[in-house]
């Protein structure tokens, strides 16, 4: 699934592919807008993304990812 982050004071949104369900990064959004101050996602590759939750402007949740080919 593609996630898109808006962050505060950034020209470029984050833009992340991930295996998590749309249900499991709305709580870990909660959980860091709550308390834990940040939000961290993994994508398909292992990275991690780490995101003070007081900066994200907001988070766009795409369509499940679909196995491409050729170039994107």
Do not use: H
């Amino acid at each position: 699934m593609e996630v898109k982050i808006g962050v505060q004071n950034a020209q470029r949104e984050l833009v992340l592919d991930t295996d998590s369900t749309p249900d499991d990064i709305e709580a870990k959004l909660a959980e860091a807008l709550a308390g834990s101050g940040v939000l961290r996602l993994a994508d398909v590759k292992g990275r991690t993304v780490i995101v003070p939750a007081d900066k994200i402007a907001y988070v766009e949740l795409g369509s499940p990812s679909a196995s491409t080919v050729g170039f994107r």
